[in-house]
């Protein structure tokens, strides 16, 4: 939330009537009212005039002696108050002789404002004192009951109650309305917050941005070890794509392929690192993990859904009027790299680094158009799963020992002759079909939009 609206938060809540000082006020002043209208009533004798000052002094006195202490003792000295309180008031019914509308209006005041500050819980253990403490003062001092008041004092009393539980309700539903207007205000903020905090997690992976908004994560320089899976991948002939192209359709080809990248990336529980231009950095193994073998395979399957997902972008971007073919390479590598918080304590980025993550980014740069490199580490997690061929030692740069490398061929499922896709590329005809991936109620428009095409194209005559 914005520190404004913290601060006009504060503002109201200091500014609040309904707390504890301004009842005790307002119910000391009822009594320094029944006093004196009693005395010039001649309802009660002048003996009594000394209440009237001390009522009216009473409030501000035990406000200003017990702000110190009410800093340190909050439950304590608001207890003790209510005492006092409960006693005073019983005391006065008792010098009042009973007088029955003024005791009930002042027990009305009473039982109200108690009622509003602290519901039940604070009205009957208040009103069960002050009687407790009028039949108190009876005992000791046995004084002569007068249930009649004078009618001046008893339409003084009536007009004070009724005054005081207007203005209660007054002021109730003024509050109530500013602290509507606040709500609503908070409530448009916190919308602002979260929609700042959605748009701030796109720099993020989706992964990485759930952990530290969840808590799981301090946002603090440090590194851990961990075993994971590495990826990368970019575009061939992209560079010269970028010469031929104007950079409005550049970059809606470039963001298209990003975009569609991600959600496969996202759909197989990947961290994506960076983006590099048209390369794409991404790992699996953290910040949740499912085991070395489930990763790498995740890893290896993502890939491979990635190259199969070309086809359907170069139909695409063909119908966008770029007829150069572009094809993806990838490289996998499975290991031990160093994760964690890289930076400075005003910018840090989320990230990997070692020596696995630069075989990973080697094995990319090595492979051929639409081919799938992993190393041996990778391999042996997969091949259960994974159908790959040994390409032998390659050399690495920057490393002194040749790297064995396998090349991806596909799910040892999807071979053979149960294959569950079929894909065929040539000039003025590409078609990709994932039998897996189709579902049940979309079956027959596949087929009619297969048979519409294959008639169409027997029935034209091609020069």
Request: aromatic share 10%; glycine share 6%.
């Amino acid at each position: 939330m914005g520190t404004c609206t913290t601060q006009k938060t504060r503002e109201i809540m200091s500014s609040v009537p309904l707390q504890e000082f301004f009842p005790r006020v307002a119910i000391y002043l009822f009594i320094a009212v029944l006093v004196a209208v009693g005395i010039y009533s001649e309802f009660l004798s002048y003996n009594l005039l000394w209440l009237v000052p001390y009522a009216l002094l009473y409030p501000q006195a035990a406000h200003l002696i017990t702000a110190q202490f009410k800093r340190l003792y909050p439950k304590l000295v608001t207890r003790s108050l209510l005492v006092l309180d409960a006693l005073q008031i019983g005391t006065l019914i008792t010098l009042i002789g009973y007088a029955a509308v003024p005791s009930m209006m002042l027990l009305l005041v009473v039982a109200y404002s108690t009622l509003v500050l602290g519901g039940l819980a604070l009205m009957l253990p208040m009103l069960s004192g002050i009687l407790a403490a009028a039949a108190i003062t009876y005992a000791l001092l046995l004084p002569t009951i007068q249930l009649e008041a004078t009618l001046l004092l008893s339409v003084a009393s009536c007009l004070f109650a009724v005054f005081y539980v207007c203005l209660v309700a007054y002021s109730t539903h003024r509050y109530s309305l500013r602290f509507a207007a606040l709500k609503k205000q908070l409530k448009a903020e916190q919308a602002k917050s979260i929609s700042q905090a959605h748009n701030s997690a796109k720099y993020l992976s989706p992964h990485v941005w759930q952990t530290i908004f969840s808590d799981k994560r301090t946002t603090k320089l440090g590194t851990q070890r961990k075993k994971l899976t590495v990826f990368f991948s970019d575009i061939k002939g992209f560079a010269e794509l970028s010469e031929e192209l104007e950079a409005e359709a550049l970059t809606d080809l470039l963001n298209n392929y990003l975009n569609e990248m991600s959600k496969i990336a996202i759909k197989y529980g990947a961290t994506i690192d960076k983006f590099i231009g048209d390369s794409i950095m991404i790992f699996f193994g953290d910040p949740d993990t499912k085991g070395a073998k489930k990763d790498a395979v995740a890893a290896v399957s993502m890939a491979i859904e990635m190259r199969k997902h070309m086809k359907v972008l170069r139909q695409y971007w063909r119908a966008q009027g770029v007829d150069k073919p572009l094809e993806i390479r990838m490289g996998i590598n499975t290991g031990y790299c160093t994760i964690g918080s890289f930076g400075s304590g005003m910018r840090m980025d989320y990230t990997i680094i070692g020596r696995e993550v630069n075989i990973a980014s080697r094995l990319e740069c090595a492979a051929e158009t639409n081919e799938i490199l992993i190393s041996n580490e990778t391999h042996s997690l997969t091949k259960d799963v994974i159908m790959a061929r040994d390409k032998g030692q390659i050399t690495v740069k920057g490393f002194s020992r040749p790297v064995q490398v396998y090349q991806v061929v596909d799910f040892r499922r999807d071979l053979g002759a149960d294959c569950s896709y079929v894909e065929h590329e040539l000039p003025g005809f590409s078609m990709y079909l994932d039998a897996n991936n189709i579902q049940n109620y979309d079956k027959e428009r596949v087929i009619e939009a297969l048979t519409e095409a294959a008639e169409g194209l027997r029935d034209k005559v091609i020069l």
